[in-house]
């Protein structure tokens, strides 16, 4: 069983990076009542590629949750960013020999978006309150981008 840990940048780290408004912003912009919290996320596609911005609407998601699957994207990066205030489940793993090793499963904190490095393995959007609806960055482009991996035996993840 795979336990869920909140998410922290220094955890996530290896994966991809936290967007969230922690911290001081790095500016305060529109007459100093907005703050800016600037640059969060590396976008990272080969050549052949460029950044799009998507909508994507996930179903709610139960615990205990069945992780049989997990998916990577070795052309470009992929930032999800929560476009309501609910947590959601993050999976990742690191790669072992072209297939994902032992998964990790956060859960976001409320406002938390994330950014996957190009190439990490990642469960699928994982929403625990509700459906949920994403704005999502990620290249945009003819070339195949998706990877899938199917578990033998199935990881269970649980609070």
């Known amino acids: 069983m795979i336990r869920i840990q909140p998410l922290t ?4 780290a290896p994966y991809g990076e936290v967007l969230d408004t922690a911290g001081a912003p ?8 907005c703050g800016r919290y600037h640059d969060r996320a590396t976008l990272d596609f080969t ?5 799009g911005i998507s909508l994507f609407k996930a179903e709610l998601r139960a615990l205990p949750y069945t992780l049989d699957m997990m998916e990577r994207h070795p052309l ?4 999800f960013l ?7 489940l993050v999976i990742v793993a690191p790669d072992v020999a072209g297939k994902p090793g032992t998964p990790r499963a956060f859960r976001t904190a409320e406002g938390q978006g994330i950014n996957f ?3 990490t393995w990642h469960g699928v ?3 625990l309150s509700g459906p949920g609806l994403f704005a999502v960055i990620d290249r945009i482009g003819g070339e195949e981008n998706l990877q899938e991996h199917w578990f033998g035996t199935p990881y269970t993840i649980d609070a």
């Open 117 to 119: 490095h190009r190439n």
């Open 47 to 51: 050549q052949e590629g460029s950044a």
């Open 76 to 79: 470009g990066s992929q930032a």
């Open 82 to 88: 929560p476009m309501s205030m609910d947590a959601f």
């Open 26 to 33: 790095d500016k305060l912009i529109n007459q100093g009542l």
């Open 9 to 12: 940048a220094e955890a996530f």
């Open 125 to 127: 959007l994982t929403p």
